[in-house]
């Protein structure tokens, strides 16, 4: 069946770090590709996606390029915040299947 | 607000109580589903609706009974709940059940943090 796999946290980085969550996703066909993000208390926001090869999804200083050869989508952003303190799920959905999510990752900033 | 409203926020209940959690968009979204996020574990899908009816059911234990009285609701009823169902529920919805959902994704609600004592 479909899977996704993300590196697995936790993550601990400085403010101004540069950010790389690692995420595949093995599938039969050519899924959509998305990011979510959890903050503290809440549910899951989408923060972007890409919907076929090669797009670059882009939000909020996080971009993410999906890779057909190696149907990657890794999450990075330039310089992180406290306030991008969260856990992150990258998620896929492809054809007559439901959306299916990595297990997460823990970022914790710290100034 | 995500569009999707979740009620009750945080709820503890003991293991004879009777329960219900409620969910509710008015997005135009034809498929609703219930998830569970347990501390350590992956999230997991427990149900999911399309257009008021269930199309899945992911060996749910019987303790918990959805139901979806229109596209816009999405209850979950809970009775002699465990300990080890206490995780935060979180509800979501798309487009539609299969299609669409790979172009838009799903919209979460903010969940329901159970407590079971």
């Known amino acids: 069946g479909n899977s996704v796999t993300q590196m697995e946290g936790p993550v601990t980085l400085s403010e101004e770090a540069f950010l790389t969550i690692n995420c595949t996703y093995t599938?039969?066909?050519?899924?959509?590709l998305f990011w979510y993000v959890q903050y503290p208390g809440e549910g899951l926001q989408l923060l972007l996606k890409?919907?076929?090869?090669?797009d670059k999804g882009s939000n909020k200083g996080f971009e993410a390029t999906y890779r057909k050869e190696t149907t990657s989508f890794h999450l990075e952003k330039g310089s992180v915040q406290v306030s991008d303190s969260a856990v992150y799920f990258c998620a896929g959905v492809s054809g007559n299947t439901p959306l299916v999510f990595g297990k997460g990752t823990r970022l914790s900033v710290i100034a | 607000e995500t569009g999707v409203t979740q009620t009750p926020r945080h709820l503890v209940m003991g293991m004879t109580n009777k329960k219900s959690l409620k969910c509710e968009q008015h997005?135009?979204?034809?498929?609703m589903y219930w998830y569970k996020q347990s501390a350590k574990k992956p999230l997991e899908l427990m149900f999911v609706y399309s257009l008021e009816e269930r199309v899945e059911n992911n060996s749910v234990p019987s303790r918990f009974s959805p139901e979806c009285p229109n596209s816009s609701h999405l209850f979950l009823h809970l009775h002699t709940l465990q300990p080890e169902d206490s995780a935060l529920y979180l509800c979501a919805s798309s487009q539609n059940w299969l299609n669409a959902a790979d172009i838009y994704g799903y919209t979460f609600g903010s969940g329901t943090r159970l407590t079971v004592v």
């Open positions: 599938a039969t066909g050519y899924p959509s």
């Open positions: 890409a919907t076929k090869a090669d």
């Open positions: 997005l135009g979204h034809n498929a």
